[in-house]
């Protein structure tokens, strides 16, 4: 990886269709790609991390004029992957979101956003949650490979409840017949870790991502590449038939572990 200073003209983006899933208004990501390169993201097919320097300059102009609403801080890219550490881009835009009055809903693979705890606990409504494709270490090795273990995400969610954000776990994305099994166990550390809720969104495989997932179906499950050559044979998304499976069985697991599936 290596990283290129750039400065941009705009930040702020507005969601025009109603965010179901992270109940927010606008988006903005600090950095444009992510170093974590996980391999179910198009994120890491560029080793080019843009680092936009001015971020917090150009929020602070853009937000003098936007209606009030909650902003997703790291829609696209994580807003603490490793870079963070030294640059503090996103902790200056959380700043800036507090000071203008505005919520925010951080969207992160890491623990490194306990270090901005002072500034999120101060900024109303905020929210904090942490994804992971799978509780399970080996899957996570092979998918996440660059990102803090599971059970240190569950620890992260469990201290930023306990300084009073709202924070939660979302299955992102739920691997087609690698984490059904799982499934049940993921609800209940989310539960055990104080996760007020519980996310979950499909694994998307749109253009060129189809082919690199398939690869990589090759070399670690060989045995499910027809299975999902099959699930994902006319579209981007697995068949109709069994996201409607495994949203009930998610719900249902919810269900019984009284955690809610939104936020």
């Known amino acids: 990886m290596h990283y290129k200073q750039i400065k941009v003209d705009f930040l702020l983006n507005k969601i025009t269709n109603k965010d179901k899933l992270f109940a927010g208004n606008y988006t903005i990501d600090p950095y444009q790609n992510c170093e974590f390169g996980c391999l179910y993201c198009d994120s890491s097919f560029d080793e080019t991390i843009f680092v936009k320097t001015n971020a917090a300059e150009i929020l602070k102009k853009e937000l003098e004029t936007a209606k009030k609403g909650t902003i997703i801080v790291g829609s696209v890219h994580d807003p603490y992957q490793k870079a963070e550490e ?12 507090k ?42 090795k092979i998918f996440e490979k660059n990102v803090p273990l599971p059970k240190v995400r569950l620890k992260t969610i469990e201290k930023l409840t306990k300084n009073g954000i709202k924070s939660g776990l979302a299955v992102l994305p739920v691997f087609p017949y690698i984490i059904e099994t799982e499934l049940d166990d993921i609800v209940s550390s989310a539960k055990n ?11 998307e495989l749109k253009g060129d991502q ?21 699930l994902y044979e006319n579209s981007y998304m697995p068949n109709e038939e069994y996201i409607s499976k495994t949203n009930s069985l998610i719900k249902e697991s919810c269900i019984n572990h009284n955690i809610k599936n939104k936020i």
Do not use: W
Request: with cysteine; charged share 30%; hydrophobic share 40%.
């Open 193 to 203: 870790h104080n996760a007020q809720y519980l996310l979950y969104k499909h694994l």
């Open 86 to 97: 030294e640059l503090e881009i996103t902790r200056e835009l959380l700043k800036t979101i």
């Open 210 to 230: 189809k082919s690199c997932f398939i690869d990589i179906l090759k070399e670690f499950y060989p045995d499910l590449v027809r299975k999902y050559e099959k």
């Open 99 to 140: 000071k203008h009055g505005f919520s925010c809903h951080v969207l992160t693979k890491s623990d490194l956003v306990v270090r901005d705890i002072d500034i999120l606990s101060e900024i109303e409504h905020s929210i904090v949650t942490l994804s992971a494709a799978s509780i399970k270490d080996p899957i996570s």
